[in-house]
């Protein structure tokens, strides 16, 4: 172990000069986006556990190679991440992989997207909540693909299609297998330069594949706005109803349940702020076999004191809804994190951040906490190649 952390560094380091090389050795219209990260963490409760807290302490690796080529008519974007954690307590040791490739062809009239995902990770870095399950770092495997189709009907109106399927794995019979299907239609109609209207119609299904045999439905239409508020501000407010149905086998099967739905988001860009509000209200699926209406907020303000520091600030809270079928326990979660950036060159910055979580439960008063201290450093380096 004493000498894992030093090799394990040096490695990294040797890739990513091996990279910025060959990144700006790049000909033609592809380029490589590099990129390096070290940090070191320190967890009070690391499980979220609302009794006996585990103490966790050590260090994460990452590296991201991106390439990505763009033409007037065509695009492709490949991401593709390594991250390797070493800890104080092995259990929670892992290597991970996390892939995201968007594929694009358009012209004029009309565009289309493809969209693939994959990752090999654990359940304590990719669920939202472990529901008070004291699993350590039960493995992961995510995958999935979404296409996309947009359609400039004239100048005022456009039509637009998406559906996605993907589905998560687990190597322990404490999480829930399932799988996820959507696809939505959404008509965009310009009333002005600035204002666009919005009307979209989704229909969305969570499947469990083990464990338990329950199906969700759900479908419904929203309506919105996406505005630019001025030429800092921009918003894009969307609202309507679901109606879901959960069905489980072995259990009469309940009538469709009216729900309200929606999603706000504010971006204000400024020059030495940048400010985002977000809050929706939609189906999540959980790793303990059900999916239920969740509804959270979030923000984050990135501040830039002067050339060298900036100061980031996020928070966001989230609650649960339980109805029908759903078993889940989590009543609300919570977290804040403050954190000061020292951008010490061109490429490279240092990010020291605090960072506070709070989870509660419907079936008892007490509270799962978590204290965590963040160092990060990381590395960029400047690449050639084409815009």
Do not use: C
């Given at each position: 172990?004493?000498?894992?952390?030093?090799?394990?560094?040096?490695?990294?380091?040797?890739?990513?000069?091996?990279?910025?090389?060959?990144a700006?050795?790049?000909?033609?219209?592809?380029?490589?986006?590099?990129?390096?990260?070290?940090?070191?963490?320190w967890?009070?409760?690391?499980?979220?556990?609302?009794?006996?807290?585990?103490?966790?302490?050590?260090?994460?690796?990452?590296?991201?190679?991106?390439?990505?080529?763009?033409?007037?008519?065509?695009?492709?974007?490949?991401?593709?991440?390594?991250?390797?954690?070493?800890?104080?307590?092995?259990?929670?040791?892992?290597?991970?992989?996390?892939?995201?490739?968007?594929?694009?062809?358009?012209?004029?009239?009309?565009?289309?997207?493809?969209?693939?995902?994959?990752?090999?990770?654990?359940?304590?870095?990719?669920?939202?909540t472990?529901?008070?399950?004291?699993?350590?770092?039960?493995?992961?495997?995510?995958?999935?693909t979404?296409?996309?189709?947009?359609?400039?009907?004239?100048?005022?109106?456009?039509?637009?299609?998406?559906?996605?399927?993907?589905?998560?794995?687990?190597?322990?019979?404490?999480?829930?297998?399932?799988?996820?299907?959507?696809a939505?239609?959404?008509?965009r109609?310009?009333?002005?330069?600035?204002?666009?209207?919005?009307?979209?119609?989704?229909?969305?299904?969570?499947?469990?594949?083990?464990?338990?045999?329950?199906?969700?439905?759900?479908?419904?239409?929203?309506?919105?706005?996406?505005?630019?508020?001025?030429?800092?501000?921009?918003?894009?407010?969307?609202?309507?109803?679901?109606?879901?149905?959960?069905?489980?086998?072995?259990?009469?099967?309940?009538?469709?349940?009216?729900?309200?739905?929606?999603?706000?988001?504010?971006?204000?860009?400024?020059?030495?702020?940048?400010?985002?509000?977000?809050?929706?209200?939609?189906?999540?699926?959980?790793?303990?076999?059900?999916?239920?209406l969740?509804?959270?907020?979030?923000?984050?303000?990135?501040?830039?004191?002067?050339?060298?520091?900036?100061?980031?600030?996020?928070?966001?809270?989230?609650?649960?809804?339980?109805?029908?079928?759903?078993?889940?326990?989590?009543?609300?979660?919570?977290?804040?994190?403050?954190?000061?950036v020292?951008?010490?060159?061109?490429?490279?910055?240092?990010?020291?951040?605090?960072?506070?979580?709070?989870?509660s439960?419907?079936?008892?008063?007490?509270?799962?906490?978590?204290?965590?201290?963040?160092?990060?450093?990381?590395?960029?380096?400047?690449?050639s190649?084409?815009?």
């Amino acid at each position: 172990m004493a000498l894992a952390f030093p090799l394990r560094l040096t490695s990294a380091a040797f890739l990513m000069t091996a990279l910025s090389f060959s990144a700006g050795a790049q000909a033609g219209n592809w380029r490589l986006e590099p990129s390096l990260s070290q940090r070191g963490s320190w967890e009070s409760n690391a499980l979220m556990l609302r009794q006996d807290p585990i103490e966790l302490y050590g260090s994460t690796t990452s590296v991201r190679l991106s390439a990505l080529s763009d033409t007037p008519t065509a695009g492709i974007n490949v991401g593709n991440t390594v991250t390797q954690t070493l800890f104080n307590k092995a259990t929670f040791n892992s290597t991970d992989f996390h892939n995201q490739t968007k594929i694009s062809k358009r012209n004029a009239q009309w565009e289309a997207l493809l969209g693939l995902s994959g990752d090999y990770d654990t359940t304590r870095t990719s669920e939202i909540t472990g529901f008070g399950t004291n699993a350590l770092s039960v493995r992961h495997w995510a995958y999935g693909t979404a296409p996309e189709a947009s359609w400039k009907i004239n100048t005022t109106n456009q039509l637009s299609v998406n559906a996605s399927a993907s589905a998560s794995r687990y190597d322990s019979a404490a999480y829930t297998n399932y799988n996820l299907y959507s696809a939505a239609t959404t008509w965009r109609r310009a009333l002005s330069a600035d204002t666009s209207s919005l009307l979209s119609v989704t229909a969305r299904r969570y499947q469990t594949q083990n464990n338990i045999d329950e199906t969700v439905d759900s479908l419904g239409p929203t309506f919105g706005f996406a505005m630019t508020l001025t030429p800092r501000l921009t918003t894009r407010l969307m609202a309507g109803l679901e109606a879901s149905k959960q069905e489980r086998a072995s259990i009469a099967s309940p009538s469709w349940e009216w729900s309200s739905v929606y999603s706000a988001a504010l971006t204000f860009k400024g020059e030495q702020d940048s400010l985002t509000l977000t809050s929706s209200r939609a189906q999540q699926p959980y790793g303990n076999g059900t999916s239920s209406l969740l509804t959270s907020f979030s923000a984050q303000e990135n501040h830039a004191i002067n050339k060298l520091f900036s100061l980031v600030v996020s928070g966001d809270y989230a609650t649960a809804q339980q109805s029908g079928l759903n078993t889940s326990t989590l009543k609300n979660k919570m977290s804040g994190k403050a954190g000061l950036v020292y951008h010490a060159f061109e490429d490279v910055d240092v990010d020291a951040s605090y960072r506070y979580r709070e989870e509660s439960y419907h079936t008892t008063d007490n509270k799962a906490k978590d204290n965590a201290v963040l160092i990060t450093l990381s590395y960029r380096p400047l690449t050639s190649g084409a815009p």
